[in-house]
């Protein structure tokens, strides 16, 4: 084998795995949107989501929970579609799947507890997106788990900011905009 085949085998491999990473940025632009049209609607309609003590609640489980029937049955049409996994594809499952678990248990204490759980399903998310930032190999993805970090102590240190706002800002520069970049990535260098 000549350096040649080896380079083009090394560059092959590169390719694939990126373009094996396409799933992965839908995913963070889906989440990224919706989470963001539900935060503005949240914040131009309060007096609509607000009725009852439970309908913010209900607003805030149902429709994520919607989403995650969509996105799981979507990721599953992907999987099959690509007709294998690799330790990176499962890595990062399980990884979504933590935070999925994580969030039903922050918003369940939260509201046992009269809470807000922006905070801390930020910090989650900064982590979960850090981690598999970090994982893949693709520093916009990590930074934008960072700077998530950055929001939740800004929140932490001014309680009375908005948190729609804060919500809205921290998903769009931690999942949206690194999603963009996953997607349009380059996969034929």
């Known amino acids: 084998m000549t350096n040649s085949d080896q380079i083009k085998i090394i560059n092959d491999t590169i390719n694939k ?5 396409k799933p992965l ?13 539900m935060s503005l609607i949240h914040y131009v309609f309060p007096e609509f989501i607000q009725q009852t003590n439970y309908s913010s609640a209900i607003y805030w489980i ?10 799981t049955r979507w990721n599953i049409k992907k999987h099959t579609e690509i007709g294998y996994s ?3 594809n499962r890595a990062i499952k399980i990884i979504w799947k933590v935070f999925g678990f994580g969030w ?7 509201m046992y507890e009269g809470i807000n759980p922006v905070s801390d399903i930020l910090f ?9 930032g970090m994982i893949i190999k693709f520093k916009p993805l ?3 788990g960072m700077v998530l970090f950055v929001f939740i102590f800004k929140l932490n240190q001014n309680p009375d900011q908005n948190f729609l706002i804060v919500n809205m800002i921290g998903v769009t520069l931690g999942l949206l905009i ?7 990535m380059k996969t034929n260098e």
């Open 17 to 21: 795995t990126r373009t094996n990473l």
């Open 25 to 37: 940025s839908f995913n963070l632009i889906f989440w990224g949107i919706f989470i963001n049209i």
């Open 62 to 71: 149902l429709f994520p929970m919607l989403g995650m029937i969509y996105m």
């Open 86 to 88: 690799t330790t990176l």
């Open 104 to 110: 039903l248990m922050i918003i369940l204490v939260s």
């Open 124 to 132: 989650l998310l900064g982590l979960v997106i850090t981690m598999t």
């Open 142 to 144: 990590t930074i934008g």
């Open 178 to 184: 690194p999603g963009i970049m996953l997607n349009r």
